[in-house]
């Protein structure tokens, strides 16, 4: 510890209490309101998959034109980004470093160059690295990593031409996400 002999002592400033320090900290903890619920569920969402509050709101609008639940489609949109498919992929590490190699140009959709992030793919699509990128050190790496990751079953990875597919869209049993799309249309549709 940093911190020294002082945290072997009761007077340790990491220690974690069960209460705000104080007279009044002991009191008890109030109950969140239904729109905080659905608030913070639209914030959990925004920060898993990067986004900020237009674009989120911006798919969450295409959702709710589209045909199905919207919830599931809202997070059919996010699941579909490039952003994310690279991140399944396993072709990095996080959705900010997914984010990142798919803004500098380093993946094609359908032998198209595509530096967007938010480009939503489609059944079908091909996503590939660039061959002009696979001999970056960055790729040499991934090469051999990629293999022994595990993807999604909506989705399919080639590792020796450092290649995948989307499959079909995802159901929501297919998605790992622990979010209640239903608080965040609620919170939408106030």
């Known amino acids: 510890m940093l911190k ?3 945290c072997m002592s009761p007077k340790c400033a990491i220690e974690r209490r069960p209460s705000a320090p104080g007279m ?5 903890q109030r109950k969140m309101s239904d729109f905080g619920l659905q608030l913070r569920e639209k914030q959990k969402a925004k920060r898993i998959y990067g986004v900020l509050e237009k674009q989120f709101a911006k798919h969450y609008e ?3 034109h589209s045909p199905g639940a919207t919830g599931e489609r809202l997070l059919q949109i996010l699941e579909l980004r490039l952003d994310n498919i690279v991140y399944r992929l396993g072709f990095g590490d996080s959705r900010a470093q997914a984010r990142q190699i798919v803004r500098h140009g380093h993946f094609t959709v359908n032998g198209r160059t595509t530096n967007v992030p938010s480009f939503i793919t489609k059944a079908g699509d091909v ?5 002009a990128s696979r001999g970056k050190e960055y790729f040499k790496v991934v090469a051999d990593t990629v293999a022994r990751h595990s993807v ?11 290649s ?4 079909s869209v995802p159901v929501r049993s297919e998605m790992e996400i622990t979010l209640e799309e239903q608080l965040i249309v609620e919170h939408y549709s106030r």
């Open 152 to 162: 999604p079953g909506w989705l399919s990875l080639d590792p020796k031409n450092l």
């Open 62 to 64: 295409e959702a709710q």
């Open 164 to 167: 995948g597919r989307v499959v």
């Open 127 to 131: 996503i590939t690295v660039r061959e």
């Open 24 to 28: 009044h900290g002991a009191k008890r």
């Open 4 to 6: 020294g002999d002082r």
